[in-house]
């Protein structure tokens, strides 16, 4: 049985993959060699960011190069509690503000020091589920 103290530290993103009920291929939102990091801390804290990898650098900061630039990053933090197999990260803040106060709920798979994190998406009545591998991160240098 995973506890929320399984989860506690650091976990580097391995893939992120949203999957179709129906069969159709999987979609990769930003990349299948997307990079990132969810921070779990013993207090019931949580965070996540993801990004496409090799973002571009922009050079002028305009509006239209900071648009693109948020299209290639998802972040979110907030608390989480472990029940029965799942975690629930209730967002407080997010790069989408239309998350902040909701609760998602994420299926735990805990293998080692991978940890695959799936369910549904954010949008109701959609035929896909989340499928979020991490990796546990070493100390850091």
Not at 82 to 89: Q, S, W
Request: contains cysteine; hydrophobic residues 40%.
């Amino acid at each position: 049985m995973t506890t929320a103290s399984d989860l506690i530290g650091a976990w580097r993103l391995e893939g992120w993959a949203l999957v179709y009920e129906d069969g159709r291929p999987a979609e990769y939102p930003l990349g299948r060699d997307a990079v990132g990091l969810i921070l779990y801390t013993a207090d019931g804290h949580m965070s996540a960011t993801l990004m496409r990898k090799g973002r571009a650098v922009f050079a002028t900061g305009d509006a239209e190069e900071k648009a693109e630039a948020y299209d290639d990053c998802f972040a979110y933090a907030g608390t989480y509690e472990v029940i029965d197999e799942a975690v629930f990260h209730t967002i407080a803040v997010a790069t989408n503000p239309a998350l902040a106060g909701i609760t998602s709920t994420r299926n735990i798979m805990l293998d080692g020091d991978r940890l695959t994190l799936s369910g549904p998406d954010f949008s109701p009545d959609t035929p896909r589920y989340h499928r979020i591998v991490w990796r546990r991160a070493g100390p850091a240098a």
